[in-house]
Every structure is written in structure tokens, then in C-alpha cells.
């Protein structure tokens, strides 16, 4: 239900733009999240977006470097990437919630219910 794609092997200070399509789901209703994920470490936040795009939220270390955004008439989120870094290596998994309570919803991974199959990002120096 939801599919990412957009990932690569760029070198440092690259860009790269994710999309993750969704089917299946009441888009529109859903708020949505971007994590990331490295072995032996647990799946981080990167962004988050609500349903409308009212409220954009993102992970300290993104530093303004990335830009989420969505088009809900295209049931589609994406992930604009700029000046990647080594430390962008990893697999990104977006997400989907309808659960918007609280001030660190958007944050925690166990609070959504759908995730695509992730798309490997490799930042090569």
C-alpha cells in the first residue's frame, strides 16, 4: 500500500527526491512520516507532514536540508534531499498515520500503521 522509490548511490552533496506512492488507504486522512533505518540501529524519524500540510516537522539533523511536501490528489509523498552527507546512508521508509495526538506523534515509529518497503540511500564520500 505504500511503495517508495528515488533511492541510489550519490556522492556527498547530492541530491536525491523519494516518492512513496499509496494505495489502498483514504490518503487524505492519513498524516504521513519519512524514517530511516541503518543495521543495528532503530528506524529514526526524518519527517513528518499532516494531512493538509499544515504542520511540517523535522529531525534536528536534517538541518535544513530536506523538504517534505505531498500531493494528495496524486496520493503521493515526497522526500527532496540536498547536500547529502554520508551519514544519509540508509534505507528510508515512508509512513502512514491516522493517530495525531500529542506533541511527539509524529516522531515515534510504533505510532503508525502502514510502512512501505523502504528504498536504500548511499551517500559515497
Known amino acids: 500500500q505504500l511503495f517508495e522509490t528515488g533511492g541510489g548511490l550519490v556522492q556527498v552533496g547530492d541530491s536525491l527526491r523519494l516518492s512513496c506512492a499509496v494505495s489502498?488507504?483514504?490518503?487524505?486522512?492519513?498524516?504521513m512520516g519519512w524514517f530511516r533505518q541503518t543495521p543495528g540501529k532503530e528506524r529514526e524519524v526524518v519527517a513528518a507532514i499532516t494531512r493538509r500540510s499544515y504542520d511540517i516537522y523535522y529531525a534536528d539533523f536534517v538541518k535544513g536540508r530536506f523538504t517534505i511536501s505531498r500531493d494528495n490528489a496524486k496520493y503521493m509523498v515526497y522526500l527532496q534531499m540536498n547536500s547529502l552527507e554520508p551519514e544519509d546512508t540508509a534505507v528510508y521508509f515512508c509512513a502512514a498515520t491516522l493517530k495525531v495526538v500529542g506533541n511527539d506523534w509524529w516522531s515515534q515509529a510504533a505510532n503508525y500503521n502502514y510502512w512501505g518497503q523502504g528504498t536504500q540511500v548511499t551517500v559515497s564520500s
Open positions: 489502498g488507504l483514504t490518503f487524505e486522512g492519513y498524516a
